[in-house]
């Protein structure tokens, strides 16, 4: 998996409780996404970073927030989980922008009830 | 507004066969195409991707085409492996920014029997 890993890998948590999703590379890549995948939907970006502190938000960012302090990590916060965020959420990185190349990580499955 | 459509949704072959997975979008403007591949319960993997001055693009036994005219992709599979079950995930990238706006297909499943 091109040296990502995420933590945790599954997760079951309670409507209203804040969740961290934490994303690890060893790759020194620039850029790091957050992905979400759902049933009947393609990848959906949630948030990317283009380097330390530098993040912006994508398609389906709402309920959502990251932070990005060192260039390995990236983390996914939920501030209050609600079912609707029930989802598998992937990490990514690449060296470049949009053009390049992304590698994917293994993916964290989170269940909201 | 921007969609990636892929077909079949979902398709059942038997080991040994070809096949051919369709993929069609309407983003713009096109930066490239790639082809992913998802195993079950783990991330997408790169197959091809592909350049608007790319019309084909090979990986071992995954060919990949793109009629930029068109706007439609294919990826064909020779002499498929049961190790080819999975998920195959067509994404377009669109613009020319580093803003990292690709936009996916909800994918092909491919279930290969021997």
């Known amino acids: 998996d091109a040296g990502i890993t995420q933590s945790p890998r599954h997760k079951v948590t309670e409507t209203g409780t804040p969740v961290t999703l934490r994303c690890h590379q060893t790759e020194n890549h620039r850029y790091m996404y957050w992905y979400r995948q759902d049933p009947g939907h393609g990848l959906r970006l949630i948030h990317y970073?283009?380097?330390?502190?530098?993040?912006d938000k994508g398609e389906v960012s709402d309920g959502y927030s990251v932070s990005r302090s060192k260039t390995e990590d990236f983390l996914l916060t939920l501030e209050s989980a609600t079912s609707s965020q029930t989802s598998v959420y992937f990490c990514?990185?690449?060296?470049?922008?949009?053009?390049?190349?992304?590698?994917f990580g293994p993916g964290t499955r989170l269940t909201v009830l | 507004k921007n969609q990636v459509e892929q077909s079949p949704q979902s398709l059942i072959i038997l080991e040994g066969k070809n096949c051919t997975l369709q993929?069609?979008?309407?983003?713009?403007?096109?930066?490239?195409l790639r082809w992913y591949k998802q195993d079950t319960g783990r991330g997408p993997v790169s197959l091809t991707i592909m350049t608007f001055s790319e019309n084909t693009k090979s990986n071992g036994r995954y060919t990949a085409t793109l009629d930029a005219d068109t706007k439609q992709s294919s990826l064909h599979i020779t002499a498929s492996q049961l190790s080819d079950s999975a998920s195959y995930i067509c994404v377009v990238g669109g613009g020319s920014s580093n803003t990292g706006k690709l936009i996916f297909g909800q994918g092909t499943t491919l279930q290969v029997k021997p």
């Open positions: 990514a990185i690449s060296f470049g922008g949009s053009s390049n190349e992304q590698f």
């Open positions: 970073s283009y380097g330390v502190k530098d993040t």
């Open positions: 993929c069609n979008y309407t983003v713009s403007p096109f930066s490239n």
